[in-house]
């Protein structure tokens, strides 16, 4: 049986297995060496949660990052609108010991990279902002971000959205 494990790898968990989208395939997964397992597929990074689990889309990845034994994620959520783009702000990094990595750390990277589409980076008082047109896995078209530095003066973030957008797009400079 060993021989047939390592030809065909190990059985997907039951608990990953039932919380996947009618068409979302897992490309490779392994066990967190805390508890749970951590998975790819094409529409994010599957990743413990509590009891759990629960996946982050490409999009909402903002940086991970392979170091030692461990990966480690830091996930953005949506605070709010700024004209056409989408404000994000990180949450606390989260790292997952990964004993048995695999192909894991090259397939997030190429996630990771593969969902921006362009970038554009514009100073404001305080610090700056990351203009980003990303893919939203399993959509069609793409998604302006934006990422103020903390401390980055925001109220004329719409106005730099638009400006983004022309810029990302190639339109007026």
Do not use: C, N
């Amino acid at each position: 049986m060993g021989w047939l494990r390592r030809v065909l790898g190990e059985r997907l968990p039951e608990e990953l297995g039932t919380r996947l989208a009618a068409d979302e395939h897992v490309l490779a997964w392994t066990r967190v060496g805390t508890g749970g397992y951590l998975a790819v597929t094409a529409l994010g990074l599957w990743v413990p949660d509590g009891g759990g689990q629960r996946r982050i889309g490409w999009d909402l990845v903002s940086k991970a990052v392979w170091r030692g034994d461990a990966l480690t994620v830091t996930e953005a959520e949506v605070t709010g609108q700024a004209g056409r783009a989408l404000v994000l702000a990180d949450r606390e990094p989260a790292r997952l010991v990964l004993p048995r990595p695999g192909r894991i750390p090259h397939l997030v990277r190429q996630r990771v990279e593969g969902s921006i589409r362009s970038r554009y980076r514009k100073e404001l008082p305080g610090g700056g902002a990351w203009f980003v047109l990303r893919k939203v896995p399993g959509a069609d078209g793409v998604v302006l971000q934006v990422r103020p530095d903390p401390g980055a003066e925001v109220t004329a973030l719409a106005d730099m959205a638009q400006e983004a957008a022309e810029k990302l797009a190639g339109g007026p400079q």
